[in-house]
């Protein structure tokens, strides 16, 4: 298994190179730096705080204590879930949130954590070297999520059955990422 995740990071950061190194411009003229996230110098929990439709992420990971892993020098991946799809748990997300003890939710954002700093694009790149069509990858909490492509959505699925698509642009924040998720990787 240690194998297929180093096959998986390899052939996604040679798919970069390969791109990266093609010299040439885009039809449309565009540069296409908007489309890859690249590190930045602001941390990824204070972008979380400025970004519209992930405030419930953001809360969560400052009243568990995981933002501050993302001041270390590790990068990681964090699937976000929209504020969207905290609303649409309904009572349990308020019990999840709102409650005093944060472990069920340090739990549920760990499950959403992937080591390593990977955009939409390395993971596509990887669903589309893989034999079957999918790529799994193992979270900080030791989950397998599974991603897909269905057309030309990203999807993601827990080992429980749920499952979610990437929405709109990664955020990258220090030396980590934060791609916006429609759903949450648990089923609550």
Known sequence: MRI??????LLGGASLAIAACSGGTPEDGSTG????????????????DD???????????????ISGIFEGKGSYTLLAP????????????????GGEDHAALAALLKDHLIPGYLTPQDISAAIDASQ??????PTVSGEELTFTRKGEAISVSAPDGSQATFDGEALAGG???AIPLTGILKKI
């Open 4 to 9: 297929k995740h180093l096959t998986v990071a």
């Open 33 to 48: 730096a908007a489309e890859l996230a690249t590190p930045g110098s602001e941390s990824l929990p204070a972008l979380l």
């Open 51 to 65: 970004a519209d439709g992930l405030q419930t992420v953001a809360e969560a990971l400052k009243e568990t204590g």
């Open 82 to 97: 929209e504020d969207a799809a905290f609303a649409a748990l309904g009572d349990s997300a308020k019990e999840l949130t």
């Open 132 to 137: 079957n069509g999918e790529v799994s990858m």
């Open 175 to 177: 030396s980590s990422i």
